[in-house]
């Protein structure tokens, strides 16, 4: 899932490429990607490319007219510039990964694509960015919040760090794997309770989750989209690492799996060498 450092720099290349262009059109071949009907996809076309902007893990396309392209990218969305496309035919509806393709006036664009066959990739074309119902409610930036900030969010939500962590609603921008990362930087448990870090815990997380987003972004700043994931794995630690060793202590990564995800910790730096129970497990003893 592209979480804020990819986000990032995947506005900040649209930034470099598509700002100045002018929009020809928008074409929506996954009807239920396009959350909005007003206005309408042929609203964008003829309008500038202003800016390209993040919120969480929300990108945002500024066109001039105040109008906004909002994209959540989901688990499996991803953005792919195309220099050219092979066909001027507009995309046909329920055909292939490519849910929206935006086309502008030098002929490239970009495709907004969604794997699989959980498509949960959300667009929607609004006048004010802050009317999208998960930018609404987005917590400070996990980048910009202050430390006294940070301390103050994490405590509001009592629960498991690692999910106060990834909600959107205390911190916006860090998701799965960025969430495994900080906690392995920070030497903190995915389990260890928010209520009961204490304020020096606090501050190594909050410099953690500085240190590992900003180190992302910086390593992904001027990469073109398509490689940004190979970059997204080279600098991952523990997350999606289970069975290989930790490169800080040596010990293996391990895994915790759920239903429907799972987490990736080091016993070594993060557990005092003790493997974690699964999640029911660890709920009963808690
Ligand atoms: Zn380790």
Same mark, same amino acid.
């Given at each position: ?22 929009? !020809? ?35 945002? +396309?500024?066109?001039?007219? !105040? ?64 009317? +999208? ?36 609603? +205390? ?66 630690? +523990? ?48």
């Amino acid at each position: 899932m592209p979480e804020l450092p990819e986000v990032e720099a995947l506005a900040g290349y649209l930034r470099q490429r598509a700002v100045g262009r002018r929009v !020809d059109r928008l074409e929506v071949a996954a009807i239920s990607a396009l959350k909005t009907y007003d206005p309408p996809p042929g609203a964008v076309a003829g309008k500038t490319v202003c800016d390209a902007r993040r919120h969480g893990k929300f990108l945002d +396309v500024l066109l001039d007219d !105040d109008l906004h392209l909002v994209v959540h990218l989901a688990r499996a969305g991803w953005l792919h510039y195309r220099e050219g496309f092979p066909s001027a035919a507009p995309l046909r509806p329920g055909k292939g990964p490519v849910a929206l393709r935006v086309r502008l006036d030098d002929g490239s664009g970009f495709d907004l694509t969604e794997a699989g066959t959980q498509k949960s990739l959300a667009a929607y074309l609004v006048a004010d960015p802050t009317t +999208v119902p998960g930018v609404a409610r987005l917590g400070p930036d996990a980048l910009a919040v202050d430390q006294a900030g940070f301390a103050e969010r994490l405590r509001s939500r009592r629960g498991q760090v690692k999910g106060v962590l990834t909600d959107q609603q +205390v911190l916006a921008g860090v998701g799965n794997a960025y969430s495994d990362e900080i906690l392995h930087a920070a030497k903190l448990s995915p389990f260890a309770l928010t209520d009961r870090l204490t304020d020096e815990q606090l501050a190594t997380l909050h410099a953690a989750t500085r240190r590992v987003l900003g180190d992302a972004v910086e390593r992904s700043l001027g990469q073109r989209a398509a490689e940004l994931k190979a970059e997204k794995r080279s600098g991952l630690r +523990v997350h999606a690492r289970a069975g290989l060793p930790c490169p800080v202590c040596g010990d293996t990564v391990r895994e915790v799996s759920f239903s429907d995800s799972s987490l990736q910790y080091c016993p070594g730096c993060q557990t005092g060498g003790k493997p974690l129970a699964d999640r029911r497990l660890s709920r009963l003893v808690r």
